[in-house]
């Protein structure tokens, strides 16, 4: 029914049920992990008036498991892409996998989806840090791609000096990137 997807990483298509409810990812490694995305297969919908509630689970340094609202998945909104790099050190929150005994390693955490009413999904409140999607981060992902660019292009230059006559292979100077 879910799939969660760790980038550099084989996509996991098996969660482990834990509850007739509840499904649980491990993530080994999580402290290299930035972002997560969770989504449904398409195979299974939700039953009608349900969706998904995504946690984040990871454990603190007693090793106690710290469980974090990331957001959710519904029929209507199948994919989620969830930023965790910053949670890693955050306060747990409220979730529905208190009274499971779930192991938890130093170097393992879990993504944790739990089936609920709709209704109950829209008065839960996510950690803010955990969302991605926004202007500001469109904004610097322009950027970076811009500067990368200039990276490479520059990385080709040559002097005048070095310059082979070739009439089939225009040159554009690199003041004319740096003005655009």
């Known amino acids: 029914m879910f799939g969660c997807l760790v ?16 499904f649980v990812f491990d993530l080994p490694d999580y402290e290299n992990i930035n972002h997560v995305v969770v989504f449904m297969l398409g195979t299974i919908p939700f039953p009608e008036g ?17 469980w974090q609202l990331l957001g959710f998945v519904t029929n209507e909104k199948p994919s989620a892409i969830f930023k965790i790099s910053g949670l890693k050190s955050g306060k747990g929150s409220q979730h529905p996998f208190g009274a499971m005994n779930l192991p938890q390693t130093p170097t393992v955490a879990q993504i944790g989806i739990s089936v609920e009413l709709l209704e109950s999904l829209a008065q839960q409140t996510p950690v803010a840090s955990a969302a991605v999607s926004s202007v500001d981060s469109f904004t610097e992902f322009t950027q970076k791609m811009l500067d990368n660019f200039y990276n490479f292009a520059s990385s080709f230059a040559v002097t005048q000096a070095q310059m082979t006559p070739n009439p089939s292979e225009a040159f554009i100077p690199a003041s004319v990137v740096l003005k655009w």
């Open 7 to 22: 980038a550099g990483r084989l996509v996991q298509a098996a969660p482990q049920q834990v509850a007739e409810d509840k």
């Open 50 to 66: 349900m969706g998904g509630s995504v946690y984040f689970c990871y454990p603190d340094q007693s090793g106690m498991a710290v």
